[in-house]
């Protein structure tokens, strides 16, 4: 029977660098009420932050090159991470190898990737669910943009455009201050009724 909602729990990153080599070798790195937190979820959505090859596969590797040993999989399968979101910056340190490593060994475990592949089809494509009528996980900020994921943004006026109306009052002169409001704070609002074929851009530039 198919499922008509499901619930998805996204982590912080997920790296073990230097300071934590052989750390996935603890039982106890993850206390039992974290573990309970991912295993309520249907799906949980990792940031694997670098890529997961063998050092030997790896090659030298500097002071700010980032990659994990494939033994940290152990801690993935515990938190039972099924999704893991690659499109970091540390993804490419070691290369091509460990892109394709990384991508091979969450294939190999029944796992899905999202934001990083060899090519621009392969990093776009989602990570996708099945249930829920189909949920689509992808990487806003590969696609769109860091700009798309800001965690703020000044917005100083909305331009609210209507199809003309000839039966409407419009107020040409801006007399008056009309305002709409986001998240409590008034911000100020003008309505422009358009026709088609005019200049949309320019007319919200003037505005």
Not at 79 to 84: G, P, V
Not at 102 to 122: C, F
Not at 171 to 189: A, F, K, Q, S
Request: glycine share 10%; charged share 25%.
């Amino acid at each position: 029977m198919k499922k008509d909602k499901t619930s998805i729990v996204f982590t912080g990153d997920i790296g073990f660098d230097r300071y934590m080599d052989r750390k996935w070798e603890d039982d106890h790195l993850l206390s039992k009420s974290v573990l309970d937190f991912f295993h309520s979820a249907d799906h949980v959505v990792a940031n694997v932050e670098g890529a997961v090859i063998s050092a030997e596969e790896a090659g030298a590797a500097g002071e700010f090159v980032h990659y994990m040993d494939p033994a940290v999989t152990r801690v993935l399968k515990a938190m039972q991470a099924d999704i893991w979101a690659i499109g970091n910056n540390h993804i490419m340190d070691a290369g091509k190898a460990g892109l394709v490593s990384t991508r091979k060994i969450a294939a190999d475990m029944g796992y899905q990737t999202v934001g990083a592949g060899l090519n621009e089809e392969e990093a776009s494509q989602p990570a996708y669910l099945e249930e829920a009528g189909g949920i689509g996980i992808i990487n806003v900020a590969k696609l769109f943009g860091i700009g798309a994921i800001k965690k703020d943004n000044e917005i100083n006026l909305v331009v609210n455009i209507v199809p003309w109306n000839t039966h409407e009052n419009y107020d040409r002169l801006g007399l008056e201050d009309h305002y709409t409001e986001i998240l409590g704070v008034n911000v100020p609002m003008y309505t422009i009724p358009i026709t088609p074929g005019r200049n949309l851009a320019m007319i919200i530039e003037v505005a």
